[in-house]
């Protein structure tokens, strides 16, 4: 049975920093591409972060660029997604997903390629 676990989730002030984790049970996580997405209460779920499954590619929105960075380490079954200078817009609770690789330096933002889900870990900036 596939299980990702999200960890690392949670209050910091604004401009600190934290370190997630995506540790998948039930598949080799080399084979997929990992995405990190986020809901905020009252919005639409977005995506933040993806990798491929070669670590060849990856993806930031712009709003998290120059601050977040998407790593993986395949030997530990883990993606990990760092998060410094968090900022208040920042909160929201985070998921990670495993998609089976396409192509080793493919990612891809869209929510419905992801066949496996986390439960998700709730990040919480204050100002």
């Known amino acids: 049975q596939v299980a990702l676990v999200e960890s690392g989730g949670d209050l910091v002030h604004s401009g600190g920093s934290l370190k997630l984790s995506c540790v998948a049970s039930?598949?080799?996580?080399?084979?997929?591409?990992i995405g990190w997405f986020r809901q905020a209460p009252g919005k639409e779920r977005e995506e933040v972060s993806c990798?491929?499954?070669?670590?060849?590619?990856?993806y930031y929105r712009d709003s998290v660029k120059g601050r977040f960075t998407i790593s993986r380490d395949d030997a530990k079954n883990t993606a990990y997604l760092q998060m410094n200078s968090l900022k208040p817009e920042d909160t929201a609770v985070y998921y990670c997903?495993?998609?089976?690789?396409?192509?080793?330096?493919?990612?891809?933002?869209?929510?419905?390629?992801?066949?496996?889900w986390g439960q998700g870990a709730q990040v919480t900036v204050s100002s």
């Open positions: 997903a495993a998609e089976e690789a396409r192509w080793p330096n493919y990612c891809t933002g869209k929510e419905n390629d992801y066949h496996y």
């Open positions: 039930g598949l080799t996580l080399g084979d997929y591409a």
């Open positions: 990798i491929s499954s070669n670590a060849g590619t990856s």
